[in-house]
């Protein structure tokens, strides 16, 4: 299991800084919260983690230095991350999704070659995100929840130690992100998992470690019960900053 | 449900439809089994030998088109400048036979009638070997497609801009073999040729050969597709296509998936070009440009970019389609077939491969007739 080590974390975008020197630290196996209004840099913060955006400061994941390396290569590393728009392959079958997902850094004879059998880690992921009996459907036709379960089982596939998942249970059932949570802790014992969610309540049931971000800063962090009882959180969340 | 496709009776079959449960290999034996008899037995004992020399012309076009079928309908690289790579598989097998015809030591023909070179152009000497001139048509259009797409795909160039960059490639190679008229043979090309590794082409058995030699390369092509479309790189070139980004965080570099398919595409029409130029007897840059580019890319949408036959029937009913109708109408062609171009974008993106499947899906709901 690695941790996730941000110092100095600063993203630009022409003049506007989304995020604002942030340091984060997140231990091996947590299931850490990032919560904060629209536009506190949360999903800024993933892209710059992930390589999709230019940052200034330092990421390091375990033993690696995460910034200025190409976004494939960061994935290579052991960071996944799931977007708020569900992205699977929506003309492949959840199989093919999944056999992609596990894929990195095949060779060129495996690649040249069909899929005879399905991969343990393919089939062990099925069972995990309960869509075992689905797996020849295409990706595209399933339901929008079943959708953000096979992003997550692509990322169980591609072995991450790390998960970034983004508004993971946006537009899901009560029942959905109950399942959701209860598979984010069981993954949790052997990876470390962030959350970006609007939703409290299921950041109440799930979280262990919360961090509010705001305006690209770090505004506060701790346990749910810390961060709740904060009052530059109820500021933000309930007096003027609630629109921002 | 097979009167749905107007196309040269010739044209390789489309896979069985027939609901019979069938496995998919056995399924695919069956039909290049039936392309096989249908291109090695029915065709040349059913079309004179006109027509089968036009109908290895065709074929020529139509493996350009399985290459596009790969790269545009499975990678999503929209690809104006096959003629490039067609060009130059073409130029390097008519340079070669350039050099047999004249003997060795000799100028070929047309460098002599010009008379401003003495000696062969060093470019020229080793097209002389056969050992070289062979694999190059293959090989040189692949290291061009390397090269360009190295460096185009890691910058992330794609779309329209990559289609613009594809075929400003195409006019750059006609600009250059039009000015170079003294080694190129310029606006004429390289024509008349005697012979073909020793046999004289004038001969119609030796025709047929080069015919049964296309539909061979045809069907080999077809092969190498299949097999590529169906392996787990296929997958991963339809999940670039349609997700670039995010195969990137699952640690595959798309430039590199993009490149193999472009790849093999730029071979696959340098091997067209090469068996273009024995079977039809010329090529020069009004056959590689722009245009002829274009018209490639017509024909793969028109049969159905997504499927492995799709390509290779549009290819050979646009190029059939353009032989009979510009021998009537010579100044409509070309607006029709923008006209066939726009129709199939606009109301039928799967091409006439995907008709069948259209037909079955109307006939089960309410039960009416079949359109065309």
Redesign the interface.
């Known amino acids: 299991m690695t941790g996730l080590e941000i110092r100095g974390l600063r993203v630009s975008f022409d003049g506007f800084v989304a995020v604002d020197g942030v340091d984060l630290t997140v231990a091996p196996g947590d299931i850490r919260f990032l919560i904060g209004p629209n536009g506190a840099g949360k999903t800024t913060l993933v892209d710059a983690v992930t390589g999709l955006v230019k940052a200034t400061g330092s990421v390091r994941f375990g033993d690696h230095e995460l910034l200025g390396r190409p976004v494939h290569r960061i994935a290579r590393l052991g960071v996944g991350r799931t977007f708020q728009t569900s992205s699977v392959f929506e003309g492949l079958t959840v199989l093919q999704n999944l056999d992609i997902a596990a894929g990195a850094g095949r060779g060129a004879w495996t690649m040249a070659r069909r899929r005879r059998t399905v991969p343990v880690a393919v089939s062990e992921a099925l069972e995990t995100i309960g869509l075992a009996g689905r797996q020849d459907a295409l990706a595209g036709t399933l339901a929008h929840g079943h959708k953000q379960w096979l992003e997550i089982g692509m990322l169980l596939v591609q072995n991450v130690d790390l998960l970034l998942l983004d508004e993971p249970v946006a537009g899901m059932s009560h029942e959905e992100r109950d399942a959701t949570g209860a598979l984010l802790a069981a993954i949790s014992a052997a990876r470390t998992v962030v959350v970006i969610e609007h939703d409290m309540d299921f950041m109440r049931s799930f979280a262990r470690t919360v961090t509010v971000l705001h305006a690209g800063r770090v505004l506060s962090e701790g346990t749910v019960a810390q961060v709740q009882a904060d009052p530059r959180v109820q500021e933000v969340y309930l007096g003027t900053g609630g629109v921002a | 449900m097979t009167a749905t496709v107007t196309r040269d009776p010739a044209a390789p079959p489309a896979t069985p439809r027939r609901r019979v449960v069938v496995s998919g290999p056995a399924r695919a034996a069956i039909g290049f089994a039936s392309g096989a008899l249908l291109l090695f037995a029915l065709a040349p004992s059913a079309l004179s030998d006109f027509r089968l020399s036009l109908l290895a012309k065709y074929l020529c076009l139509a493996m350009v088109a399985v290459g596009i079928g790969l790269a545009w309908g499975r990678g999503g690289l929209l690809t104006l400048g096959q003629g490039v790579f067609f060009g130059l598989g073409g130029y390097a097998m008519a340079m070669h036979m350039k050099l047999a015809d004249a003997g060795p030591g000799e100028l070929p023909d047309f460098m002599a009638l010009y008379g401003q070179l003495d000696a062969l152009p060093w470019w020229w000497r080793p097209f002389a070997s056969p050992w070289f001139a062979l694999p190059a048509t293959v090989l040189l259009p692949m290291l061009v497609a390397f090269l360009l797409g190295s460096l185009v795909f890691r910058r992330r160039v794609r779309g329209a801009y990559f289609a613009i960059l594809s075929q400003a490639l195409a006019a750059a190679l006609v600009i250059f073999l039009i000015g170079q008229q003294g080694t190129t043979g310029g606006t004429n090309g390289l024509t008349d040729f005697q012979g073909f590794f020793g046999y004289d082409l004038d001969d119609p058995v030796n025709q047929r050969m080069v015919y049964f030699i296309v539909a061979g390369g045809l069907l080999l092509l077809l092969a190498l597709a299949r097999?590529?479309m169906?392996?787990?790189?296929g997958?991963?070139l339809?999940?670039v296509r349609?997700?670039e980004?995010?195969?990137?965080?699952?640690?595959?570099?798309p430039a590199t998936v993009k490149l193999v398919a472009y790849v093999v595409a730029a071979g696959m029409a340098g091997l067209a070009g090469a068996l273009f130029v024995p079977a039809v007897g010329i090529i020069n840059p009004a056959l590689i440009g722009v245009v002829p580019s274009i018209e490639f890319v017509v024909g793969v949408a028109v049969g159905g970019r997504a499927v492995l036959l799709g390509p290779v029937l549009g290819a050979v009913a646009v190029a059939w389609a353009r032989t009979s109708l510009s021998e009537e109408f010579p100044a409509a062609w070309t607006y029709l077939q923008g006209l066939l171009f726009v129709l199939v974008v606009a109301f039928l993106p799967g091409g006439l491969a995907s008709l069948p499947a259209l037909a079955r899906r109307l006939r089960r709901t309410p039960r009416q007739e079949v359109g065309t």
């Open positions: 097999q590529l169906h392996s787990r790189y997958e991963l339809v999940a349609d997700g980004e995010r195969v990137r965080f699952l640690g595959h570099n």
